[in-house]
């Protein structure tokens, strides 16, 4: 159908890149506003065939990224509130230009949510405050360098192979004056008893109150829940996604092979060694103070096909994580339950949602609640709804 209702010369992917070299601009955000843009480029003559499309432009843009769960959330969010876009329009064709603009508009006033976020994080840093961190995450920086204003703070980030983006942290945090420190990923345990508490961003957060963030937040979250540590994490509304994983291996990916063996040991050739980005081959200090040789790194650095068959991404569960500091407010896991649960039905003021609140581990009970979600109209262009409890049944 999608070769009916779409234009034939407008490239949804090329059209993702584009927004994508933005720096404020996260993958979700780039997803909604490329499919904005698809819509006025869409020759869709109703609004199934719009819907359609859009869908489908979706599904292109998840196939050709690498890791498409945030992607995925920010498709999700546009393409429901296309769905649910309340219009009195005749003219399709206007209602077209206006669904486009109010998906720029989401995605400008979505920059803002940072923000937002950073200033309810700022009351939880005093001063003197030693945090960890993990990779390289928009909020996650954002917040920092809004309590590096008025409070002292030292963070230590680890390097995050494979990509090694807590480089990018570390250089970003260190050129603002804020003591850094990079840490080995393998060192999370050695570091955790001199830290506060931990902050990390996240890919998404999920309808468990879990989180996807890059790989290694899962282990980091077990040694803060060990340690005693406050694990926080910090997210966009627009992160907040349908899904429910119950295990690793449930993550929606494009390598079944991860963490697989082999078929048959090969060694492989020295000319397939390369570096993760972000990561140099300059030589390092080995145990006794002596620099290790220059080739050391290139030796014993992972070839290209060994690290595609790791993960980029793990989940965490919600009973690891602390707080959850949104834009919506600061959640408990159970509050992103709930507030995906209320956008759900956002048209329908009087719809009862039976929602399954808790299941515990042993799968002998589980507690009922129910809500009456509230559109907020005044707010409709943000897709924000608000809920109410109304009753608990055991």
């Not at 009195?88 to 989401?106: H, P, T, V």
């Not at 360098?145 to 970003?172: D, F, N």
């Not at 260190?174 to 508490?197: N, W």
Request: glycine fraction near 6%.
């Amino acid at each position: 159908m999608s070769g009916t209702v779409q234009t034939s010369n407008f490239d949804i992917y090329a059209t993702f890149q584009r927004f994508l070299k933005d720096d404020q601009i996260s993958p979700p955000l780039a997803a909604i506003l490329s499919l904005a843009e698809s819509i006025v480029k869409s020759n869709a003559g109703t609004m199934f065939e719009l819907v359609q499309a859009l869908t489908d432009s979706a599904e292109l843009l998840k196939k050709r990224t690498p890791n498409p769960i945030s992607l995925n959330a920010g498709c999700e969010l546009f393409i429901a509130f296309v769905t649910l876009f309340p219009h009195e329009s005749d003219n399709f064709s206007e209602l077209k230009k206006e669904l486009e603009q109010q998906g720029r508009k989401y995605a400008t006033e979505a920059i803002s949510f940072r923000d937002k976020i950073a200033e309810l994080t700022l009351g939880f840093i005093k001063d003197d405050s030693v945090i960890l961190t993990h990779s390289y995450s928009r909020v996650v920086m954002k917040a920092l360098l809004h309590a590096h204003k008025t409070k002292r703070i030292s963070v230590y980030v680890t390097e995050a192979r494979p990509r090694g983006l807590g480089l990018k942290t570390y250089e970003a945090l260190t050129a603002a004056g804020i003591p850094c420190t990079v840490v080995l990923d393998s060192a999370v345990a050695y570091v955790m008893d001199s830290v506060d508490f931990v902050l990390v961003g996240s890919e998404a957060v999920v309808e468990s109150g879990g989180l996807i963030n890059a790989v290694g937040s899962n282990q980091m979250a077990i040694i803060a829940k060990a340690a005693n540590k406050p694990f926080y994490a910090v997210a966009e509304s627009y992160k907040f996604h349908r899904l429910f994983p119950l295990s690793q291996y449930d993550l929606p990916t494009h390598n079944p092979g991860i963490l697989a063996f082999p078929s048959s040991p090969q060694q492989s050739p020295a000319g397939d060694n390369v570096l993760p980005p972000g990561t140099s081959s300059s030589p390092v200090a080995i145990a006794d103070g002596t620099p290790a040789p220059a080739g050391i790194l290139s030796e014993r650095t992972m070839t290209a096909e060994q690290i595609a068959r790791n993960p980029f991404v793990d989940y965490t569960r919600p009973d690891l994580i602390s707080l959850v500091f949104s834009d919506v407010g600061i959640l408990t896991p159970e509050g992103v339950s709930q507030y995906l649960v209320a956008i759900v039905f956002p048209k329908d003021p009087v719809l009862w949602i039976w929602y399954r609140y808790h299941l515990d581990c042993r799968g002998e009970s589980f507690i009922c609640k129910m809500y009456r979600p509230v559109w907020n109209t005044a707010r409709h262009g943000e897709l924000r709804c608000c809920f109410s409890e109304l009753v608990t049944l055991d």
